[in-house]
């Protein structure tokens, strides 16, 4: 596609439920970001992805957290037993460079946990 | 912990005249330091970056100026104008994951 494409757009769950986010990256981008995004706090890095991989997942904020990658493109981040401090936008993002050097985002789900 | 400040957290300029958004850093490490524009709904885009190695960077109305020793840089929006009105990041690199500021919210008035 033209650029990352996330989806849902918007999610409104009741806490306690699961929910999963899914992240389209740009086709041939190898690298692949999911960072949270809350009112005021900037952007937190949640989990990075080099092809299938996760060498990374120091920024999941608990074990209710957790992302897959499959086939080199799609990328899924559940969250088990949503609470509302999970409230927030999650943020895609992916790179031709593994070095991070120019992310491209998508547009983010905005999730509000109820 | 936050490693990039940001500031101010908003900001408010009359059309055609100068933004300044300041971030300060902590982890020497960081080897690229870029700026993100976001608008609302949108995700961050990537706006200008810079190097260390080099003390300022020009692109059009958008300018970056690096102070190594400070471990301080800057960006400069001259001729403001209202479609600048947004959202933006700085941020650190180090390895592969950026490490960004706070953000400030920026608003251009006619």
């Known amino acids: 596609g033209a650029g990352v494409s996330q989806s849902p757009s918007n999610k409104v769950t009741e806490k306690g439920k699961d929910v999963e986010l899914r992240c389209d990256p740009i086709?041939?981008?190898?690298?692949l970001y999911w960072y949270r995004q809350s009112l005021g706090q900037g952007l937190e890095f949640l989990i990075y992805?080099?092809?299938?991989?996760?060498?990374?997942k120091s920024g999941l904020p608990s074990d209710r957290f957790s992302a897959e990658r499959t086939g080199g493109s799609v990328s899924t981040l559940t969250i088990q037993r949503t609470q509302q401090e999970d409230s927030a936008v999650y943020l895609c993002?992916?790179?031709?460079?593994?070095?991070?050097?120019?992310?491209?985002f998508g547009s983010g789900t905005q999730l509000s946990v109820l | 912990q936050q490693q990039v400040k940001q500031s101010p957290q908003s900001l408010i300029v009359q059309k055609g005249g100068i933004s300044i958004i300041n971030c300060a850093y902590e982890?020497?490490?960081?080897?690229?330091f870029p700026w993100y524009q976001q608008f609302p709904g949108k995700g961050p885009a990537l706006l200008i970056a810079?190097?260390?190695?080099?003390s300022e960077k020009k692109e059009g109305r958008f300018t970056i100026s690096f102070n190594k020793s400070a471990k301080q840089f800057s960006l400069h929006i001259m001729d403001s104008q209202p479609g600048d009105s947004a959202t933006y990041f700085c941020?650190?690199?180090?390895?592969?994951?950026?490490?960004f500021g706070k953000g400030t919210s920026l608003l251009v008035t006619p």
């Open positions: 993002a992916s790179s031709l460079s593994l070095q991070g050097e120019k992310l491209f």
């Open positions: 086709s041939g981008h190898t690298a």
């Open positions: 992805f080099q092809g299938n991989s996760a060498p990374d």
């Open positions: 982890n020497t490490a960081f080897d690229y």
């Open positions: 810079i190097r260390p190695d080099v």
């Open positions: 941020a650190g690199l180090t390895g592969y994951a950026l490490n």
